[in-house]
T-cell receptor, first 117, second 113 residues
Framework: EAGVTQFPSHSVIEKGQTVTLRCDPI?????LYWYRRVMGKEIKFLLH????????ESGMPNNRFLAERTGGTYSTLKVQPAELEDSGVYFC???????????????FGEGSWLTVV | GNSVTQMEGPVTLSEEAFLTINCTYT??????LFWYVQYPGEGLQLLLK?????DKGSNKGFEATYRKETTSFHLEKGSVQVSDSAVYFC????????????FGKGTTLSVSS
């Protein structure tokens, strides 16, 4: 069974440009999450989809970030315009059930490394 | 608010040494606790978890016990291998719905032969 896949694995863009990151969750997983780790800091929650709906987007840093999950399958995270402080690793994850504190497992992708210069 | 504090790294050990990576947390309610590992060039993988106080999670020789009285979830392994070199992240389930994770900053472990 394929895991969570992310594309691109690495991206280098100039400040002010746009980047779109894509995530394909594990088949059948309704719950999809985006996290990011900026250099030297914690991995931080960005948002959570249940199917195509945004369940929780409390971690989205500002309106330069737009996440979509049309059709409830893959998701995209667009950064427009990118700033230097957006550099980091963007992780996508998926789970069959939403309740993590009941012991359900969330599976992470390898991450998309974004460098803004 | 909820938070996780991990010991600062990097941690450098010789093969077969004993490993402890400290993790303490602050949380309301009763979160689940997790250790994730990221090997070089790979994504985050769940290493072990514990969902209630006094539970012990274990996997691949690693163990961690959920200690509510000390709000800790320290990771231990009796004898590390070179292949254990990775970044280790302690995490807890963040919100009341239990649908998001809060991570520590990560601890880099380097094991030499």
């Amino acid at each position: 069974e394929a895991g969570v896949t992310q594309f691109p694995s690495h991206s280098v863009i100039e400040k002010g440009q746009t980047v779109t990151l894509r995530c394909d969750p594990i088949s059948g997983h309704d719950n999809l999450y985006w996290y990011r780790r900026v250099m030297g800091k914690e991995i931080k929650f960005l948002l959570h989809f249940v199917k195509e709906s945004k369940q929780d987007e409390s971690g989205m840093p500002n309106n330069r970030f737009l996440a979509e999950r049309t059709g409830g399958t893959y998701s995209t995270l667009k950064v427009q315009p990118a700033e230097l402080e957006d550099s980091g690793v963007y992780f996508c994850a998926s789970s069959q059930y939403a309740q993590l504190n009941s012991g359900n497992t969330i599976y992470f992708g390898e991450g998309s490394w974004l460098t803004v210069v | 608010g909820n938070s996780v504090t991990q010991m600062e790294g990097p941690v450098t050990l010789s093969e077969e040494a004993f490993l402890t990576i400290n993790c303490t947390y602050t949380a309301t309610g009763y979160p689940s606790l997790f250790w994730y590992v990221q090997y070089p060039g790979e994504g985050l993988q769940l290493l072990l978890k514990a969902t209630k106080a006094d539970d012990k999670g274990s996997n691949k020789g690693f163990e961690a016990t959920y200690r509510k009285e000390t709000t800790s979830f320290h990771l231990e392994k009796g004898s590390v291998q070179v292949s254990d070199s990775a970044v280790y992240f302690c995490a807890l389930s963040a919100n009341q719905a239990g649908t998001a994770l809060i991570f520590g900053k990560g601890t880099t472990l380097s094991v030499s032969s």
